[in-house]
Nanobody, 120 residues
Framework: QVHLVESGGGLVQAGESLRLSCAASGSIFSVNDMGWYRQAPGKQRKLVARITSGGTIVYGNSVEGRFTISRDNAKNTLYLQMNSLKPEDTSKYYC??????????????WGQGTQVTVSS
């Protein structure tokens, strides 16, 4: 079993910052790609940012320059620093990790999500 637990969401005003964290735990052999996605009510889940185990990063169109993704491979933890937040960033943010388990099975896992609300 692999578990992803997000933290750091909340309610902020436009222009403020938040930092999200996502810790992976369980029967982990290795964590490969990790990423943040977001989904607003009634809309599709979209990529926010993704990072490989080697540090290659891809950002979604609307966040590059404001958000920074990073990871601590020793702690199997993913971060998202969100600056200059806008009301349109309001969404539930989900952590994703591609994990190879100790049984050498590789799958994608998702966290439960953390709500980010930005007021104008």
């Amino acid at each position: 079993q692999v578990h992803l637990v997000e933290s750091g969401g909340g309610l902020v005003q436009a222009g403020e910052s938040l930092r999200l964290s996502c810790a992976a735990s369980g029967s982990i052999f290795s964590v490969n790609d990790m990423g943040w996605y977001r989904q607003a009510p009634g809309k599709q889940r979209k990529l926010v940012a993704r990072i490989t185990s080697g540090g290659t990063i891809v950002y979604g169109n609307s966040v590059e320059g404001r958000f920074t993704i990073s990871r601590d491979n020793a702690k199997n933890t993913l971060y998202l620093q969100m600056n200059s937040l806008k009301p349109e960033d309001t969404s539930k943010y989900y952590c994703m990790a591609e994990v190879t388990t100790t049984a050498r099975s590789t799958s994608y896992y998702w966290g439960q999500g953390t709500q980010v609300t930005v007021s104008s």
